[in-house]
């Protein structure tokens, strides 16, 4: 079946412009996640949803992240005024149980 | 807070050889998941192996295994027969039994595979 996808693939902003990435889940996966990898790193947690609930939003590293997932199956993850050092690739995984399947990821730069 | 370390920033091994490359990670639970993960270049992580801390018995999926011991939190995993394929960067993640199931990633191994 379908895996997580991710779109765009790539995107390039310019600092202080906004930026919208979605995540399709894999039907029925019940939690999702954003990540943040930066380059030469680990995925880093940024939230979590359980359905259209977001249960935890400790990994967001300002008020310019938000996330949202309104019926439960496609997210998005919005950064408002981007900056240089929001440069990384964002990954969503989403989840049945105790293994995520994550997407191929959106690469995001910040010029 | 858990952590997760892996100390090899890169390794390299020759084709049909044998690697292992290491994870320790930091936690008080007693209840957790491990998980390998890989990552090739440009392309989505794929789940490799997991073990559950419970089980004493260590994980073996075909070519990898892993040495799984508690007492030290330690989790390395071992390929064998390495493929050219198997070349990537290679995650070892923590997920606690409780909490929000967040993954807990080290930095990464990045594996060479030498013909």
């Known amino acids: 079946g379908a895996g997580v996808s991710q779109s765009p693939r790539y995107k390039v902003a310019k600092r202080g412009q906004d930026v919208a990435l979605r995540c399709d889940p894999i039907?029925?996966?019940?939690?999702l996640f954003w990540y943040q990898q930066a380059l030469g790193q680990g995925p880093e947690f940024l939230t979590y949803f359980q359905n259209e609930a977001q249960l935890d939003k400790s990994g967001l590293p300002s008020d310019r992240f938000f996330a949202e997932r309104p019926e439960g199956s496609v997210s998005t993850l919005k950064i408002q005024r981007t900056q240089q050092e929001d440069s990384a690739v964002y990954l969503c995984a989403s989840s049945p149980n105790d293994e995520q399947f994550f997407g191929p990821g959106t690469r995001l730069t910040v010029l | 807070a858990q952590t997760v370390t892996q100390s090899q920033p890169e390794m390299s091994v020759q084709e049909a050889e044998t690697v292992t490359l290491s994870c320790t990670y930091d936690?008080?639970?007693?209840?957790?998941?491990l998980f390998w993960y890989k990552q090739p270049p440009s392309r989505q992580m794929i789940l490799v192996i997991r073990q559950e801390a419970y089980k004493q018995q260590n994980a073996t999926e075909n070519r990898f295994s892993v040495n799984f011991q508690k007492a030290a939190k330690s989790f390395s995993l071992k390929i064998s027969d390495s493929q050219l394929g198997d070349a990537a960067m290679y995650f070892c993640?923590?997920?606690?039994?409780?909490?929000?199931?967040?993954?807990?990633f080290g930095t990464g191994t990045r594996l060479k595979v030498l013909a």
């Open positions: 936690t008080s639970e007693s209840d957790y998941y």
């Open positions: 993640a923590y997920r606690s039994r409780r909490g929000t199931y967040k993954y807990i």
């Open positions: 039907s029925g996966h019940v939690s």
